[in-house]
């Protein structure tokens, strides 16, 4: 029995490109990773929730000043645990229906008062779009030597901060949060202002009347306190610690020796961006699940589908594919240490990261596949042991699998015959 049509060529084959989800997932794995559960979902959203009201309550409570500190640290966790949660929803990939994730992500979008049609143009559309692109993808994009050199000295100053110890304090809320996450009036939102005006809106008169609330909260449980006292630790310290997390990870999602960043778009490509353009960060704690999880982020990139509570078994299956091309590990102080001194400018060209004087901190990377540089490109090489049974290698864009070559051979001789 012919496995082509009789007029079906070998160029006709068609092969899922490197780093896509055909090319490391069955169709059944993909189905069974894509799948989500509004209860889970719904108790996830409401255990944070909960969680999130109880550290409020506790910050602003009439306890110890010191504990309401505390407090107010673990409702900004909570802030970026919950906004987690919007960030799923935001793909449509927490609970099943559409209608479900638009609410869903308001809901989880109030304390972090973000826009969810807003979000969607920032995350969504650009940064998934091309992730790692410099001048597409803006979030924690290098500088060039170049652009550095030729920036003013208060760009420079601020870039410095930016790459230091304490860049995730300010970065954040100055470069993201007001003026492309809640008011429509970046280069990429203004245009279309009327779309996003209703998720402006009630960011301005939801999450603002939360904020107002905290400080009803605040002085009908400690009358006492002032009313500055009260939102200094009710909301201030809490929407500070959620911002510096937010910046955190997204920095230590993006940038490290080993991830590339990509000045044009020729060279840009599915598997650079997206496998070998993102970092798996594995944290030294295990009770936090949704930030462990979203610390999986290649898998995030490959799939954005796949829930964020399936995001481990995805991840494991993206390594069994592509091991040698993720950048993987742990997190500590010291290592994070290296990151950020290593990670200043990136030099374009070579591929390769440098400090603020040009000099390189890191090898270049070789953006040559792990599958390649192991000679595994050939139709007639082994399979590769990263490689998951029945998929056999990888291959480069254009190449056939052997079945696939084999049999379009022998369909293109019979039909000649």
């Known amino acids: 029995m012919n496995v ?33 559960s509004l209860r889970r979902g719904l108790t996830i959203l409401g255990i944070h929730y909960a969680l999130y009201l109880a550290t409020l309550v ?46 869903l992500t308001r809901i989880a979008f109030t304390p972090c008062l973000h826009s969810r049609s807003l979000w969607d143009v920032v995350h969504n559309r650009i940064h998934h779009g091309y992730a790692n692109l410099k001048g597409f993808d803006y979030v924690w994009a ?14 420079r100053t601020l870039e410095r901060i930016y790459r230091g110890p304490f860049g995730p304090v300010i970065y954040y809320w100055y470069e993201f949060w007001m003026k492309k996450l809640v008011l429509p009036i970046s280069p990429e939102s ?7 005006l209703p998720d402006t809106l009630y960011v301005l008169v939801v999450g603002g009347g939360m904020v107002a609330l905290i400080g009803v909260v ?68 295990d009770f936090l699940p949704l930030f462990k999880w979203v610390m999986l982020h290649n898998a995030h990139h490959a799939l954005p589908s796949v829930p964020i509570y399936k995001l481990t078994e995805a991840q494991t299956k993206l390594i069994e594919a592509y091991g040698a091309d993720i950048v993987r590990y742990k997190f500590t102080l010291p290592a994070y240490r ?22 390189p901190t890191a090898e270049p990377i070789d ?23 029945g998929r056999g290698f990888p291959l480069r864009p254009g190449q056939v699998r052997p ?3 084999e049999a379009a051979r022998k369909t293109t001789a019979s039909s000649n015959d």
Request: charged share 20%; glycine share 8%; with cysteine.
């Open 403 to 405: 079945a696939a070559e």
């Open 4 to 36: 082509f049509p009789a007029e079906m060529r070998l160029q006709d084959v068609v092969v899922p490109k490197l780093g896509t989800p055909g090319d490391w997932l069955t169709a059944d794995e993909r189905k069974a990773l894509t799948t989500k």
């Open 58 to 103: 506790g910050a602003v409570a009439a306890l110890p000043l010191w504990l309401n500190l505390l407090f107010a640290v673990a409702n900004g966790a909570l802030i970026g645990l919950i906004f987690l949660i919007g960030h799923d929803t935001g793909h449509a990939s927490f609970v099943p229906g559409r209608r479900w994730n638009i609410w």
């Open 367 to 389: 953006m040559t596949p792990a599958i390649e540089r192991a000679d595994l490109g050939s139709v007639n090489a082994p399979a590769s042991p990263t490689r998951r049974g």
């Open 190 to 196: 203004r245009g279309e202002w009327r779309k996003h």
């Open 218 to 285: 605040g002085h009908l449980l400690a009358p006492e306190r002032s009313l500055a006292l009260t939102m200094l630790i009710g909301w201030v310290i809490p929407f500070a610690v959620w911002n510096y997390l937010m910046a955190l990870s997204i920095f230590l999602q993006h940038n490290h020796p080993m991830v590339p960043w990509f000045a044009e778009r020729e060279e840009w490509t599915f598997y650079g961006g997206n496998i070998r353009g993102a970092a798996h960060v594995d944290l030294p704690f």
């Open 142 to 155: 290098p500088m060039s030597k170049a652009e550095f050199d030729n920036a003013s000295w208060a760009r």
């Open 338 to 359: 290296n990151v950020y001194r290593a990670c200043k400018l990136f030099d374009y060209e070579r591929k390769q990261w440098t400090d603020f004087e040009g000099r």
